[in-house]
């Protein structure tokens, strides 16, 4: 089965450069989330994107944006690199049970699945 | 706010042993707990899930239960390889809620 694609697998910059991250979604997924991992740490939230409109804002920083695509892929640009950006980024994708949004009904998405993650290393 | 809290590591066990690692959340109204998997050196893989009180989660030998009336989610294997050497994460999302808010991570070592 088609995975959740990340690219590139590894990057390294300098700092206060910019990088671009791609993520493609796996088939039919309309939503995209994407999370920083840092050394020894959890993931934590960063941002995500249900049918190419921003959904939910976590702890990203303002040197960082994304957006999705018509074709769903997202990418998140990150600018003005500073040292402590130094981590693995994972996307995920998923498929909001989406019968009853719009309606004013609780829905819940569904599972998450993740890509291999982006290694980025700021020198 | 959402939060998960998992048993401490490193554990390191012998072959064949028993593993458990508790979980533990808080989080209002009824979220789907998730265990992930990260295998060294690779990206986060959904080892099991519960979506509802006393839903058991199961996969690979491992398995957890959806324990609403001590907010738990334990994650259980009765018999470990080396293979299942690897990082685990307890998460959970609750409803109308994207994100996933994971615990600390619980690093298992599993000695031949």
């Known amino acids: 089965a088609a995975g959740v694609i990340q690219s590139p697998r590894h990057l390294i910059k300098e700092k206060r450069e910019t990088a671009t991250l791609k993520c493609y979604p796996i088939?039919?997924?309309?939503?995209v989330y994407w999370y920083q991992q840092g050394p020894g740490q959890d993931p934590q939230f960063l941002i995500s994107?249900?049918?190419?409109?921003?959904?939910d804002k976590g702890s990203i920083p303002d040197r960082f944006s994304a957006q999705q695509f018509s074709d769903y892929h997202s990418e998140l640009n990150m600018s003005s690199l500073e040292l402590g950006d130094s981590a693995l980024y994972f996307c995920?994708?998923?498929?909001?049970?989406?019968?009853?949004?719009?309606?004013?009904?609780?829905?819940?998405?569904?599972?998450?699945?993740f890509g291999p993650g982006t290694r980025l290393t700021v020198l | 706010g959402n939060s998960v809290t998992q048993m401490e590591g490193p554990v390191t066990l012998s072959e064949e042993a028993f593993l458990t690692i508790n979980c533990t959340y808080t989080?209002?109204?009824?979220?789907?707990l998730f265990w992930y998997v990260q295998y060294p050196g690779e990206g986060l893989q959904l080892l099991l899930k519960?979506?509802?009180?006393?839903d058991k989660g199961s996969n690979k030998g491992f398995e957890a239960t959806y324990r609403k009336e001590t907010t738990s989610f334990h994650l259980e294997k009765g018999s470990v390889q080396v293979s299942d050497s690897a990082v685990y994460f307890c998460?959970?999302?609750?409803?109308?809620?994207?994100?996933?808010?994971f615990g600390a991570g619980t690093t298992v070592t599993v000695r031949a």
């Open positions: 995920a994708s998923s498929l909001v049970r989406s019968r009853d949004r719009g309606k004013g009904q609780p829905y819940h998405t569904d599972t998450q699945y």
């Open positions: 088939p039919r997924h309309d939503t």
């Open positions: 994107f249900y049918e190419k409109m921003q959904s």
């Open positions: 989080a209002t109204g009824y979220p789907s």
């Open positions: 519960a979506t509802k009180a006393d």
């Open positions: 998460a959970l999302t609750r409803i109308n809620d994207y994100k996933l808010s």
